[in-house]
């Protein structure tokens, strides 16, 4: 099977190079989705409000959209994208222990778990290993 798979390019440095692509502009969709959930759908205002309810201050929730927004893009354009993905992880963090914590592990849970921003988290961690990959601006 793994010479089956070696025929095709799989594993080779342009098949990783483009994994790091896909994963790169995944990871970009969903930052650029959630920012535009706490603008358009909850308010800055009501993400404000929600980070309050959380014992966290609301101006946390404009840092976090101004944070997902450019990190989207940063990642979109392949620009620094090892450290912008490190650098991203503590907003999933904070997201799977603060907001989602005790809604227990499971995403399906009331309220959301905290399996899928932990996931997100360890994505971001693979996406800094790989680097930008094919089509980015710098490495």
Known sequence: MTNLLATFGFG???AIAAAALVLRLALA??????AW?????FTPAGAAGYFQSLGLPGALAYV???VEILGALALLLGF???????????VLL????LAHGPNGFWFTNANGGWEYPAF????????ALL???LLALTK
Request: net charge neutral.
């Open 12 to 14: 080779s440095e342009t």
């Open 64 to 66: 976090t959209i101004a």
């Open 131 to 133: 680097g930008g990959g």
């Open 120 to 127: 997100w988290a360890v994505a971001l961690f693979v996406q």
């Open 80 to 90: 620094q994208t090892s450290l912008v993905a490190l650098a991203l992880i503590p």
């Open 37 to 41: 959930l706490k603008i358009f759908v």
């Open 94 to 97: 904070g997201a799977a222990i």
């Open 29 to 34: 969709g969903l930052f650029l989705a959630h």
